[in-house]
């Protein structure tokens, strides 16, 4: 089992930033897949950004030039930072940790709201 650790999340007006941290914990592989998903309401979970434990990265189209997501492999933390935020950003982000399987564990979910 993986235990996920979200944090980071809140308000924020369109045009800020926010950063949100996700720790993995338990029986992590060594190679892995760590991710941030999101989800509006109404709205199918869609993928945002991916990190491997190697570092390839790939984002959605909608976050690129916006978001990074990066990690830090001796922490088992996963990072998104947000720039630039948009009304449409609204929505549950979730981490998710990708073990060969695969075997997928979520986190719990944290609220980003982008208004004024």
């Known amino acids: 089992q993986v235990q996920l650790l979200e944090s980071g999340g809140g308000l924020v007006q369109p045009g800020g930033s926010l950063r949100l941290s996700c720790a993995a914990s338990?029986?992590?592989?060594?190679?892995?897949?760590m991710a941030w998903y999101r989800q509006a309401p109404g709205a199918e979970r869609e993928l945002v950004a991916l990190i491997t434990t190697g570092g390839t990265i790939h984002y959605a189209d909608s976050v690129k030039g916006r978001f990074t997501i990066s990690r830090d492999n001796a922490k088992n933390t996963v990072y998104l930072r947000m720039n630039s935020l948009k009304p449409e950003d609204t929505a549950v982000y979730y981490c998710?940790?990708?073990?060969?399987?695969?075997?997928?564990?979520w986190g719990q979910g944290t609220q980003v709201t982008v208004s004024s």
């Open positions: 338990g029986s992590i592989f060594g190679i892995n897949v």
């Open positions: 998710n940790h990708r073990s060969p399987g695969p075997i997928d564990y």
